[in-house]
């Protein structure tokens, strides 16, 4: 059995209150495709890292949402999907 592998992609957006949203994003290798696996709101504190890792290890990304083929596609469909 082979071993899902994924690549990193940390997006930022700048928000006009001073806060950030982090898109926790994934490229799929080697099927290609990308999924937003989370969005966080901060504050200048790095306290995301946590639930990131939480949600890797429930279920593969690509279970939660279906792979896009940009970036930029998947962070619009995640932000569809949840309101933001």
Known sequence: M???LYLRHDVYERMGDGDVIVYRCLE???GGGFVVQSADGVRGADGHERQFL???SESA???RSEPCASLVEAIAKFRAEFGI
Request: glycine share 0%.
């Open 61 to 63: 990304p690509e279970e």
């Open 2 to 4: 082979r071993a899902s």
């Open 54 to 56: 939480e949600l890797m």
């Open 28 to 30: 799929l290798i080697p």
